[in-house]
Nanobody
């Protein structure tokens, strides 16, 4: 069983920055795709960014140009650098790992952008 643990969320003012981390337990395969999703109250869970073992990244339109996903395979950890945060970025951010027939989710970390 893969365990994912997120950290780095918190309260930040508009225009501020945060860096999220997601540490995965042992047993992660190099080919596993990892990424970040977010879910705000009353909204569907949406994809924010993904990254492959070879470093291929994908971003949602809202994240592109502001967020950067990265991966440290040796540490089984992915990161999400978030700049120019706005109130609409407020959500619970979830780490995700996907393989051929399985998906795993972290518990989520709250990001609140408010004055």
């Amino acid at each position: 069983q893969v365990q994912l643990v997120e950290s780095g969320g918190g309260l930040v003012q508009p225009g501020g920055s945060l860096r999220l981390s997601c540490a995965a337990s042992r047993g992660v395969f190099s080919a596993d795709v990892m990424g970040w999703f977010r879910q705000a109250p009353g909204r569907q869970r949406e994809l924010v960014a993904t990254i492959t073992d070879t470093g291929i990244t994908s971003y949602s339109d809202s994240a592109k140009g502001r967020f950067t996903i990265s991966r440290d395979s040796a540490k089984n950890t992915i990161y999400l650098k978030m700049n120019s945060l706005q109130p609409e970025d407020t959500a619970v951010y979830y780490c995700n790992l996907r393989r051929l027939f399985e998906q795993y989710w972290g518990q989520g970390t709250q990001v609140t952008v408010s004055s």
